[in-house]
């Protein structure tokens, strides 16, 4: 009963979802946005609720750096602005604060930006953020035609994002009687973040970690289905006993912990493809010389992109720095011969690469840079 008597039902449920148990141990900006977001909207409603100047320096922090960590954070804005203009009313526009507000927090991203673009302009290197120059995941309109995107996106809301119980527990919380004004912010955020993923259908698709901003926000809304559970606001009528609501949620807590590990083990085993890779990169790691430039073949879900981020997992494994190509281009001799001319002394080439999900099928051939034949891989991995 330790966890029913939680002061904090949305921070229990925030910590066991399957998304942020995978991805908040990634290295990756994903959490730090997420951190940033929740520091964002509650020093901003403390600012707005009368708090001292204090907090809106703290708000103007945590808004500048989820930006700057990931510029979809953009979608906390409107609930910011909900905040706001719960403050300050139709004066909301000739407010100062609220003007050099979103300057402290717009500005370091624009410039950041700015100097990104003119990397790109020197190296031809991109994050691959936007469609014109990398993977296209804003817009594509089309895809929003499509009863797919919405089945997908309803899946792992009641999934991996929430699980089932949880998502339940969240439609309790949308329905739920809003108590006061300040309430409604965790509503307009949640419609924020509907508003993101909609704006970057593609990346919503295609990527399951482009939901975690529903996590925070769908914690607070199903913590306060529980939560009135717990005092009884919402079960008058069906049990005045504090130990059976007490039990209930035990139960409904407990069921989010098990379905949690059930959606979050799939996330966390190592897909077959990339084991393969990894026991080739540490056989490669012990043939070649420590400082040897080397180039890989490999897969690449951005090969489409004009400017591809190029994945650098295998040059990972293989604890080496070079260039990695994909499969079709060990058939361009000049890129080859362009590439030997800058410092490639070995070549890991391609010769099978068979991926499925819980399969993969891998041989590659370590060459040096006439072409000798120093290794043969083959490695057939299956899923657990």
Known sequence: MLVVASPSPPAFLFAVAPLNVVFGRAFMPDAAMLFSSVGAVLFFMRWTGGAGGWTYALAAVFTALAILLKLPALYIGLALLFLAYQRFGSSLYRQAAVWCFAGLTLLPAALWYAHAHAMFGQSRLTYGIWNRYGYAKWGNLDILGTWEFYVVMARRLAGVVLTPVGAGLLVVGLLTKV?????LVFHVWFLAVVIYVLLVPEGNRSLVYYQLPFVPVCAALAGKALGGFLDGRLVAGI????????????????????????????????????????EIGREVDALIPRDALLVVGGLDDNAAAEYRSQNPTLLYFAHRKGWQLLPEEFNDGARLLDLGSRGARFFLVPIRLSYRLNSADVIMELRDGEGRLIRRFEKRQTGR
């Not at 108590?179 to 309430?183: A, G, Y």
């Not at 049990?239 to 069921?255: D, P």
């Open 179 to 183: 108590r006061s004004r300040r309430e």
């Open 239 to 278: 049990s005045r006993s504090v130990g059976v609501r007490r039990t209930v949620v035990a139960m409904c807590l407990a069921a989010i912990v098990w379905q949690s590990y059930a959606y979050a083990q799939p996330l966390l085993a190592a897909q077959p493809y990339y084991a393969a890779q990894l």
